[in-house]
T-cell receptor
């Protein structure tokens, strides 16, 4: 079975600074990878996904992620964050309709 | 992506009672799922709602506690039965379209059991 580890439970950064949210996965088969964002009191919104092809994927709100098969990682990055990016971010892995989520990373952007 | 609504958006319930949560999608979808998100935690899959047949439950979740219906391709319900304070969580439904692998989520139902 596949699993996901998000290495940081909380990441505080200042506005306009770059940020990286780390995600590692474990699977014996090829999987699909996702990042979701959850704003306070809302459901999850898909930020980006990796299915195949280019290892660098771009998503909404200026986020991007890089798939690294050798390191089994799928880290999320943004070059300059805004206050409005404050939210919970979940990395997820999927195989045959079975989606598993990481524990989440709380990103707090400070002025 | 689909537009997904959930009712109620939140509720406060008494111990021992039951609550039914509805999930409505604006288009036909192949897969519908129900998740639980306990306070400050990640999502845990409760079950896959199958149209026209019994739901498929994950380990640790049983039909008697979380009965699920899916009468058609756009609607599903999850009932939380005989509630206790430990059932206080956000319950989310999600959908997956045919040929797609990503899931889209509803806004969630925030349940508090006293």
């Amino acid at each position: 079975a596949q699993s996901v580890t998000q290495l940081d439970s909380q990441v505080p950064v200042f506005e306009e600074a770059p940020v990286e949210l780390r995600c590692n996965y474990s699977s014996s088969v090829s999987v699909y990878l996702f990042w979701y964002v959850q704003y306070p009191n809302q459901g999850l919104q898909l930020l980006l996904k990796y299915l195949s092809g280019s290892t660098l994927v771009k998503g909404i709100n200026g986020f991007e992620a890089e798939f690294n098969k050798s390191q089994t990682s799928f880290h999320l990055r943004k070059p300059s964050v805004h206050i409005s990016d404050t939210a919970e971010y979940f990395c997820a892995v999927s195989f045959l309709n079975d989606m598993r989520f990481g524990a989440g990373t709380r990103l707090t952007v400070k002025p | 992506s689909a537009v997904i609504s959930q009712k109620p958006s939140r509720d406060i319930c008494q111990r021992g009672t039951s609550l039914t949560i509805q999930c409505q999608v604006d288009s036909q979808v192949t897969m519908m799922f129900w998740y639980r998100q306990q306070p400050g935690q990640s999502l845990t899959l409760i079950a896959t709602a199958n149209q026209g047949s019994e739901a498929t439950y994950e380990s640790g979740f049983v039909i008697d506690k979380f009965p699920i219906s899916r009468p058609n391709l756009t609607f599903s319900t999850l009932t939380v039965s005989n509630m206790s304070p430990e059932d206080s969580s956000i319950y989310l439904c999600s959908v997956e379209h045919r040929g797609k692998v990503e899931q889209f989520f509803g806004p969630g139902t925030r349940l508090t059991v006293l």
